[in-house]
């Protein structure tokens, strides 16, 4: 599932068809500049969570509150700027929350489909479009990451203590975002052996028994472990308890969730958009790109 963004990525860059620019491209900086500004605003307003807990719903219990106050004094970024509203989170914080909404409404109202992706797509698959975008820009954060921290351990022998979590961190989202990317785009992993034999009623009727399927292990998900996971993990701000100590449970755990809730309303949405369409033949062709095929002949000289 991950895989998907990073050839969307080759597309827009015009990397795609062996290096070669292809024609076909989706736009210009704006596309880049979009998704940026919203995964930097999102990572300002995770990182400083705690702030936004301590002004919007501080702990009754001391203890906990003590936590969490240690917590985000040890983890902000800009310690001496004063809180506004009363509250912790400064006003960086609240920028960058108001930001996001707006990058979040500018992507989505602006992103473009690629020649590569899904084109039977509808008005309200652009969430899911613009998270694919922001999902690219977490796996160019991730690469750099790692690029960095390679050149600090072998060429300055100075190796970091936050690079390996930092990329597991930005791994788990990368994770997650590509999953309900590929449930918009239909290029999960599904088995088409008894699907492409029946008939298309019987196919729509197979479409809804397992949307239902999974609609139904997402409320179980969410129902069996929503107060652990955003009550102990989310509202305690637990660490992941290594050197950098990221707040990866904290983070992660409830990123799973709405997750799988965000991909199970997709899944529906998927029935709706392909309701009317014809259905599609697949077969072991499916799998070969004729035009790698030939850019790969034309770069050994296989005419």
């Given at each position: 599932?991950g895989?998907?963004?990073?050839?969307?990525?080759?597309?827009?860059t015009?990397?795609?068809e062996g290096?070669?620019?292809?024609?076909d491209q989706?736009g210009g900086?704006?596309?880049?500049?979009?998704?940026?500004?919203?995964?930097?605003?999102?990572?300002?307003?995770?990182?400083?969570l705690?702030?936004?807990?301590?002004?919007?719903?501080?702990?009754e219990?001391?203890?906990?509150?003590?936590?969490v106050?240690?917590?985000q004094?040890?983890?902000?970024?800009?310690?001496n700027?004063?809180?506004?509203?009363g509250g912790?989170?400064d006003?960086?914080?609240?920028?960058?929350?108001?930001?996001?909404?707006?990058?979040?409404?500018l992507?989505?109202?602006?992103?473009?489909?690629?020649?590569?992706?899904?084109?039977h797509w509808?008005?309200?698959d652009?969430?899911?479009?613009?998270?694919?975008?922001t999902?690219m820009?977490?796996i160019?954060?991730?690469?750099?990451?790692?690029?960095?921290?390679?050149?600090?351990?072998?060429?300055?022998?100075?190796p970091t203590?936050?690079?390996?979590?930092?990329?597991?961190?930005?791994g788990?989202?990368?994770?997650l975002?590509?999953?309900?990317?590929?449930?918009?785009?239909?290029s999960?992993?599904?088995i088409?052996?008894?699907y492409?034999a029946m008939?298309r009623?019987?196919?729509?009727?197979?479409?809804?028994?397992?949307t239902?399927?999974?609609v139904?292990?997402?409320?179980?998900?969410v129902?069996?472990s929503?107060k652990?996971?955003?009550?102990?993990?989310?509202?305690?701000?637990?660490?992941?308890?290594?050197?950098f100590?990221?707040?990866?449970?904290?983070?992660?755990?409830?990123?799973?969730?709405?997750?799988?809730?965000?991909v199970a309303?997709?899944?529906?949405?998927?029935?709706i958009?392909?309701?009317?369409?014809?259905?599609?033949?697949h077969?072991?062709?499916d799998?070969i790109?004729?035009e790698?095929?030939?850019?790969?002949?034309s770069?050994?000289?296989?005419?």
């Amino acid at each position: 599932m991950g895989l998907c963004p990073i050839l969307i990525l080759l597309n827009i860059t015009g990397l795609h068809e062996g290096g070669h620019v292809v024609k076909d491209q989706t736009g210009g900086l704006i596309e880049w500049v979009i998704p940026f500004g919203f995964v930097l605003c999102a990572s300002w307003v995770i990182w400083h969570l705690p702030a936004f807990i301590l002004t919007l719903a501080p702990h009754e219990n001391p203890s906990n509150l003590a936590q969490v106050t240690a917590l985000q004094k040890s983890m902000d970024v800009t310690p001496n700027l004063p809180g506004l509203f009363g509250g912790v989170a400064d006003i960086v914080d609240w920028a960058a929350i108001v930001c996001l909404p707006i990058f979040l409404v500018l992507g989505v109202t602006g992103v473009r489909v690629a020649s590569m992706e899904f084109q039977h797509w509808k008005t309200i698959d652009r969430f899911a479009l613009f998270i694919g975008r922001t999902t690219m820009m977490l796996i160019i954060s991730m690469t750099f990451v790692m690029l960095y921290e390679v050149f600090l351990r072998y060429a300055l022998e100075a190796p970091t203590l936050w690079a390996n979590e930092l990329t597991l961190w930005i791994g788990g989202f990368v994770f997650l975002c590509s999953g309900f990317y590929a449930m918009q785009q239909r290029s999960h992993i599904r088995i088409f052996l008894l699907y492409d034999a029946m008939p298309r009623s019987v196919q729509r009727t197979f479409d809804i028994i397992w949307t239902g399927i999974f609609v139904l292990f997402a409320f179980f998900l969410v129902y069996g472990s929503y107060k652990q996971v955003f009550i102990v993990k989310f509202y305690r701000w637990e660490l992941f308890g290594t050197a950098f100590d990221p707040p990866i449970p904290a983070t992660i755990q409830p990123a799973v969730l709405i997750i799988i809730v965000l991909v199970a309303i997709q899944a529906v949405l998927n029935v709706i958009s392909d309701w009317n369409l014809e259905p599609d033949k697949h077969s072991a062709l499916d799998d070969i790109d004729q035009e790698d095929i030939d850019s790969m002949r034309s770069s050994v000289g296989d005419n």
